[in-house]
C-alpha cells in the first residue's frame, strides 16, 4: 500500500428537512447564486420551489442554468461560465443527479480559465480552481455530491472525458432520501448498477489495498445488493433510500481508494460505449462488468473474485475459489439483470459491433488500459463481442 | 434512524515520511506552536527530534509541555492553557497517543475559558472554542487523532468526564504506522481492545442504525481482530500497523454513530474503574465487555449478539441466534484474554469490590445508565462482580 492524504471535507446534510440550513450554508460563500439543474423534474417535485424559498429566505440573488443533460455537454459548461462572468456568481448550486453536479464542476473551474472549458478536459490545460459548489442531491448513483470528479460528453469530437481537482469537492452536499422518492425503477436500477460498479473497480485492483477498506467495501457492496431490490419494490421505503443514497458517496468520495493507484477498467470501457450511443452510464456498466470479470478470471484472480462473491453474495464458503468466483459472476449477473431489471446486452439496446474498434482503442487511449488485469484493444474488443 | 450532519474536515496524512508536510500544515494556523507530549518515549524513538528539527525548518517559534500523563489530569491541562497565554500559542501540536491528544484538545478549549479548565468538563460552563490542533500520532487506540472528544481525569474528586466540541477536532492528523512498531505488546492489546470498544459500543446501540453503517463496523471489528494478532506477533509489520492505526480513527471520529443518539455502556462503567485505580483503558474495557453482553443477553438482543458473532467472528451460520451469541462471547473473551494476552479478571489486578457501590452508582450517573439496555447501580454493580 501506499502512502496517501485523506482530505475529504465535504460536509453534509442528510435527511428530510434539512433544506432549512441551505441558505446559511450558501451564505459562508458570498451572495450571487448560479442555481443549476436539468430537465425539470424538479419543478414537477416541488423541490425547484423549496429551493428558491430558501434562497429568498436568506435575502440571496439567483440566476439560473437549467436544461443540463445527462452524461452532460460541454455546451451546457460554457454557458453556465458565461451566466457566472456576466453575473459575479460567488457560489454555484447544483440540484440534481451526478449530471448537473458533474457539469457544475466544471463550470465552476471553467470560471477560472480564459477559453474553452473543453481544454480542462482534453488536458490542454490543467484545472486550477473551481468556484464553491452546494449540491442538493435528487438521485444515489454517480457519488459527485462528495468526490472531487466529474465526466463531461463533447458530442462534436464524440468524447466523454473524466477529470478532477480537490476544489471541485463540493463544500456542501445535502442527501435528503426522500427526494429521490419519485425516482422510477430504471433509474433507480441504473444508480445501483453504477453505485456498485465503482466499489468493484477500488476493491479489484492491481497495486494492494488495506484489509480494512476492502471489508469497507464489501460491507458498501453488500448495502447496495440489500437495498435496491427493497427500493425497487417499495419506492417510499426510507430505510433503502437511505442506505443507497449514503452508499453512493462513500463508494468513490476517495476514502475507498486512498492507498493505492487504482486504474478501473469498466469506466473507461462504459465512457466510450455512451460517448457513442448517449445510454445511461448505469445501464453500460451493468452489461460490461460480468464479462469483464469473466474476462479477468484466471488461476491467480481466483481468490479475490471468489472473495467478492463469498461476502457480497453469500455464495458458499466451501466452494473452491474458480467455481466461487463463477458462481459470484453468474448472482451479480442475477441481481443486475433479474433483480434490477436492467438489459443485459448491447443487442439489445441496439448496439451492434459497428464501431468496436474504435471504441476499444479509445478506451485503452491509444495503449494499454492499465486496470486490475491490463487491457489491450483486442481484450476490450472481446469483452464488448461478449456483451452483444 | 435519524438526520444527521457529517462534518469530519480532519486531513489525515498517513504513513512513514508524511513529516515533511508538519510545517506548512503548521504555519497555515500561525508561527507559535506549543508541543505537547507525555512521558519522553519520543525522544528514546527520536521522533522528538524529527518533529523539532520540521518545526525549526519551517521558521516556527516552538514551546513546550511535557509529562502529560496516561488517563491524563486537569492539573496537565491548566499548566497548558497557562503556557499558551503567556506566549501567546497559535496552534498546538500534540505528539503522542490519545492521553497526549485529549489533554491537549482541553488545553486549547480551556484558553478560551476564563478561570480552571474543569468547569468544561464539570459541566460548569460549555465549550465554546478551541485554539487549532495537529497530531502526530504513536498509538493505535483511542482515535483521538480524528475525533472531537477526550477525556480527562481529576484525582482529587476522583472524576474521569468525557467532553467534546467540533472545534476540537484536529485540523490535520499524522498517522505513521511505523511510529508504533515500538509499542509493546501490552500498549498494542490494549489500543486493540479499546478499538473493538468503540466499534461495539456503537454497534450495539437501541435506536436504530444504518444497515450501511452496521456493515461497515463490522468489517473494521473484522480488521481489528485480523490485524492486532499480526502486530503482536510481528511488531514490524507495516500492513498490521496500518490497519490498527487507521481503525482506531474511523472507529470513533464519529462516521458509524452519525445517524443514532447512541448511548454506551462499557465506557461510563471502565471511567470509573479508571478513576478510582488509574488502569489502562482499554485493559478495564477488556474484562468489562464480555461479562456486560453476558448481562445484556436476551431473547430480543440475541438475533443482533448472534450477528457481531457471525460476522466479526465467523460463528457457524447454523447455529441458532442464541447459541450464537453465546460462542460469539466466548471467541471475543479467547481474542481478548487468549489472543491478545489481556488479564480477565479485576482480582488480577488487584481490585476488590471496595467502591463497587460507588462506582456503579456514579457509572449510572446519579440515574439509569441508558446503553444498549438500561443498566441501574445494581446492574453495573452485578457485571463489576461478574468481573472479579
Redesign the interface.
Known amino acids: 500500500?501506499?502512502?496517501?492524504?485523506?482530505?475529504?471535507?465535504t460536509?453534509?446534510?442528510?435527511?428530510?428537512?434539512?433544506l432549512s440550513h441551505l441558505g446559511e450554508e450558501l451564505k459562508k460563500f458570498g451572495t450571487r447564486v448560479l442555481l443549476t439543474y436539468g430537465g425539470g423534474s424538479i419543478k414537477k417535485t416541488g423541490l425547484y420551489d423549496r429551493v428558491v424559498a430558501e434562497i429568498e429566505r436568506a435575502g440571496l440573488t439567483l440566476f439560473e442554468l437549467s436544461g443540463i443533460e445527462p452524461n452532460p455537454r460541454i455546451t451546457s459548461v460554457n454557458k453556465g461560465v458565461a451566466l457566472c462572468r456576466e453575473h459575479k456568481i460567488d457560489v454555484l448550486l447544483a440540484v440534481g443527479g451526478g449530471s448537473t453536479i458533474d457539469a457544475t464542476k466544471f463550470i465552476g473551474a471553467g470560471y477560472y480559465h480564459d477559453g474553452d472549458a473543453w481544454d480542462l478536459l482534453s488536458d490542454k490545460t490543467p484545472i486550477t480552481n473551481c468556484l464553491p459548489i452546494v449540491t442538493v442531491l435528487t438521485l444515489s448513483a454517480t457519488g459527485s455530491e462528495m468526490d472531487a470528479g466529474g465526466v463531461i460528453s463533447n458530442l462534436e469530437t464524440r468524447d466523454k472525458i473524466g477529470r478532477g481537482h480537490p476544489a471541485m469537492r463540493p463544500k456542501v452536499s445535502f442527501l435528503d432520501p426522500t427526494a429521490t422518492y419519485t425516482v422510477g425503477p430504471y433509474q433507480t436500477a441504473c444508480g445501483a448498477a453504477d453505485i456498485l460498479s465503482h466499489l468493484m473497480e477500488t476493491y479489484f485492483n492491481a497495486d494492494g489495498s488495506?484489509?480494512?477498506l476492502d471489508?469497507?467495501m464489501?460491507?458498501?457492496m453488500?448495502?447496495v445488493v440489500?437495498?435496491a431490490p427493497v427500493a425497487l419494490a417499495e419506492p417510499e421505503n426510507y430505510?433503502a433510500r437511505?442506505?443507497l443514497m449514503?452508499?453512493s458517496s462513500?463508494a468513490i468520495n476517495g476514502f475507498t481508494r486512498?492507498?493505492q493507484t487504482c486504474e478501473w477498467s469498466c469506466h473507461p470501457m462504459e465512457h466510450e460505449l455512451s460517448a457513442f450511443y448517449d445510454i445511461t452510464h448505469g445501464l453500460g456498466l451493468a452489461i460490461l462488468t460480468p464479462r469483464w470479470m469473466e474476462h479477468v478470471l484466471d488461476e491467480e484472480s481466483a481468490p479475490h473474485l471468489a472473495r467478492f462473491a463469498r461476502s457480497v453474495f453469500r455464495v458458499d464458503a466451501a466452494l473452491p475459489d474458480r467455481e466461487a468466483a463463477r458462481e459470484g459472476i453468474a448472482r451479480l449477473s442475477a441481481f443486475l439483470f433479474d433483480t434490477l431489471g436492467l438489459k443485459s446486452t448491447f443487442t439489445a439496446l441496439g448496439i451492434d459491433d459497428t464501431h468496436f474498434a474504435e471504441m476499444a482503442k479509445k478506451a485503452c487511449g491509444g495503449g494499454v488500459l492499465q486496470g486490475y488485469r491490463p487491457l489491450r484493444p483486442a481484450d476490450v474488443e472481446a469483452i464488448f463481442r461478449a456483451c452483444l
Open positions: 500500500m501506499q502512502n496517501f492524504v485523506y482530505d475529504i471535507p460536509k453534509v446534510y442528510f435527511g428530510p428537512d434539512q488495506l484489509y480494512m471489508r469497507m464489501e460491507g458498501l453488500e448495502t440489500h437495498a430505510e437511505a442506505n449514503w452508499a462513500w486512498t492507498c
